[in-house]
């Protein structure tokens, strides 16, 4: 539990400093004439765009701790990759998701979710790719070490 914590509390900050660098891409993207944390329609449910920025970083590092924590999953050596990856998956989907609808990334529907649900998948599959690849490496490897130690 420790270390699931301390994991978390490393995650805040780097969850603050990718939300907010997004926000201000977003910010010159649009060519708004001020800092803004994410949509038209997040900022105006606040009293001011500080207290918008304020909730956006907050949520940010929720997002942070989340990603951050859940990556403990992959230190589990008993577990397979898969295992890992789905798990790591159902974690950080279950999470992430209502606090991007929060963070105003986009609206609660049911085609808004779906596209976001479709793009996280990908994007797992392809970290599950990578990671079966730097695996099937590293096994080639060690199996080559083996081999020339018994010559």
Do not use: C
């Amino acid at each position: 539990m420790k270390r699931l914590i301390e994991r978390i509390l490393q995650g805040i900050p780097q969850g603050v400093v990718i939300g907010f660098s997004i926000a201000l891409v977003f910010s010159f993207i649009y060519r708004v004439d001020h800092f803004v944390p994410s949509s038209p329609e997040f900022v105006a449910q606040f009293s001011s765009n500080t207290v918008a920025t304020l909730i956006s970083a907050l949520l940010w590092a929720a997002m942070g701790g989340v990603f951050s924590g859940a990556s403990l999953i992959f230190e589990k050596e008993t577990w397979s990759i898969t295992r890992q990856t789905i798990w790591h998956f159902i974690i950080t989907y279950l999470v992430f998701t209502p606090l991007a609808v929060l963070a105003g990334w986009f609206p609660w529907n049911l085609p808004w979710l779906g596209g976001f649900t479709l793009i996280f998948i990908a994007m797992y599959i392809l970290q599950w790719i990578i990671y079966m690849f730097i695996a099937r490496r590293q096994i080639e490897q060690l199996n080559h070490l083996v081999k020339s130690r018994k010559k």
